[in-house]
């Protein structure tokens, strides 16, 4: 089973200090409601933080397999947020529990387990809160984790209710294309997985192979991958070609730990336009797909100086999207600097920056925390969108030929690409 729980994308549930602590004293006052929510999101967080440090304590593989099996408190909190869910329905609080729902679900592991369970009573009760401004920050998370076929209907009838705003309908659509392209993509993993099993490569987890069968069973069939593929790029170019104002909401946390968020009208005249989204989704299917010739990428380094991906031919590149504060990214780091001490002149490492900061970016150059290629791209930023980056770390290799080898690979099989393509 997998262990990606609460692992979402560029969101992060730390434990506040005192309970239902609000951001900012002038946003507004929590609804009892709200604060049983942020409460209840509080002792979740709590319980797989002690649920993952237990684990980490176990040395043997079995013994920790069956501590995950024993131990996992998903199915307590998805139940309990399921209830409350109902319990509130049609308030803002219960939208905040269905929002927590899809999250979890996100997070991906068993097939069919108590994460997709979760997700799947939010995605029936969505339409009943289609027209909250920050519905399309939810329903932007129903690409990950395990391809749920059932995304697809609840986004058909948000693009096609008759009492839904422009914004919310538009953002469905550009959601039924991501969810349709990362359905295929979910696909060619699963079936390149079962084939390298069965060539001999090594289970990356006991049920993995459990899990790519159960999978491939639920997942559209190929044939209908393949229309979804074609309305997906329709959409696409519709969307990119709109001169609609419409943009991603900017969020801002009631309290602190974003358990209950508001859409923020000063941060979203900040965020990219829904055409731009749709553009660099367009540009990622259409440029970025593994075996492609990498696209020409021109950057300012924040140590001063240009770098261009065209003059880097004869090297490989690793191209990582990254930010301060992203666990993951920064994880990723001392091995960025072993590959940059030992392939000198062979390999070529840029990271590209989604920093609130400027200053956060240049600080990590000049102390050394990061020695290679560095670039500012800002929360957001032009590049990060064009590339349609939408989880951190996002990374690239490309090979000496221009051409891109593979996306987001990290740790050993990171390092065990760079060894073939420098060989």
């Known amino acids: 089973m997998h262990r990606w729980l609460l692992l979402v994308p560029m969101l992060v549930f730390p434990i506040a200090e005192t309970s239902a602590q609000l951001v900012d004293s002038g946003v507004r006052e929590l609804s009892k409601p709200e604060e049983q929510l942020i409460h209840l999101c509080e002792e979740m967080s709590a319980a797989f933080d002690k649920y993952y440090r237990g684990a980490a304590e176990l040395k043997d593989d079995v013994e920790r397999e069956k501590y995950y099996a024993e131990h996992d408190p998903l199915a307590t909190y998805v139940a309990r947020l399921t ?21 979890l679900g996100a997070g991906g592991g068993e097939y069919g387990g108590p994460g997709d369970v979760g997700r799947q009573h939010a995605l029936k009760v969505l339409p ?7 519905l399309p920050e939810i329903i932007r998370y129903l690409d990950g984790g395990n391809v749920e076929p059932a995304s697809e209907p609840l986004l058909r009838t948000l693009i096609n209710a008759t009492d839904i705003s422009d914004q919310n309908r538009q953002f469905a659509r550009l959601m039924l294309a991501t969810w349709a392209l990362n359905a295929r993509d979910a696909r060619e993993y ?8 069965a060539e001999g490569s090594p289970l990356q987890y006991p049920k993995e192979k459990q899990w790519l069968l159960a999978s491939i069973a639920a997942a559209p069939s190929q044939a209908r991958i393949s229309e979804l593929r074609q309305e997906a790029l329709g959409i696409l170019d519709s969307l990119s070609k709109s001169d609609s104002p419409v943009r991603q909401p900017g969020i801002a946390g009631v309290d602190n730990n974003f358990s209950i968020i508001e859409v923020d009208p000063d941060k979203t005249k900040t965020m990219p336009l829904l055409s731009e989204l749709a553009s660099g989704l367009l540009f990622k299917e259409q440029r970025l797909r593994v075996g492609a010739e990498s696209p020409e990428l021109k950057l300012s380094l924040v140590s001063g100086g240009e770098w261009s991906l065209a003059e880097q031919r004869g090297k490989v590149v690793v191209l990582q999207f990254s930010f301060k504060g992203c666990g993951p990214c920064e994880a990723m780091y001392q091995d960025l600097r072993e590959l940059t001490a030992k392939y000198q002149g062979q390999i070529s490492i840029v990271s590209i920056m989604a920093d609130e900061m400027q200053a956060d970016t240049v600080d990590a150059v000049d102390s050394g925390k990061m020695s290679w290629n560095v670039h500012w791209d800002g929360p957001k ?5 064009k590339w349609a980056v939408q989880s951190f770390p996002t990374v690239y290799v490309i090979g000496p030929n221009g051409r891109i080898v593979a996306r987001n690979l990290r740790g050993e099989k990171l390092k065990s690409q760079i060894a073939e393509l420098t060989r």
């Open 190 to 197: 699963q079936e390149r997985r079962l084939a390298e099993i």
């Open 381 to 385: 930023g032009p590049i990060a969108t």
């Open 83 to 103: 209830t409350f869910e109902r319990d509130n329905h049609g308030a803002h609080a219960g939208l905040m529990a269905a929002r927590r729902l899809v999250l």
């Open 128 to 134: 009943d809160y289609a027209n909250a401004d920050v």
